[in-house]
């Protein structure tokens, strides 16, 4: 979540590609961890082509406070 917020402050608040992408690790870690119900990714506002080109989830940093969570 802190680094969501940093790629927004860093973006200027745009809805930058990179910000997307760690959004949807964010979500995806919640739904692993039963924080949330789990759902389709399109039903949660992202397309097939938000961030799964550069990275996919399962190849989040391992550094990233995300990932510690």
């Known amino acids: 979540m802190v ?3 940093s790629c927004l402050k ?8 990179e910000c997307r992408w760690l959004a ?5 870690c919640r739904m692993d ?9 399109k039903n949660l506002g992202f ?6 080109e550069r ?5 989040a940093p391992e550094n990233s ?4 969570k």
């Open 55 to 59: 990275r996919t989830l399962e190849k």
């Open 3 to 5: 680094d969501y917020l």
């Open 10 to 17: 860093k973006a200027r608040g745009t809805n930058d590609p």
């Open 47 to 52: 397309s097939e082509a938000d961030g799964g």
């Open 33 to 41: 961890h039963n924080l949330m119900a789990k759902d389709e990714f």
């Open 65 to 68: 406070k995300l990932a510690a």
């Open 24 to 28: 949807k690790a964010y979500l995806q």
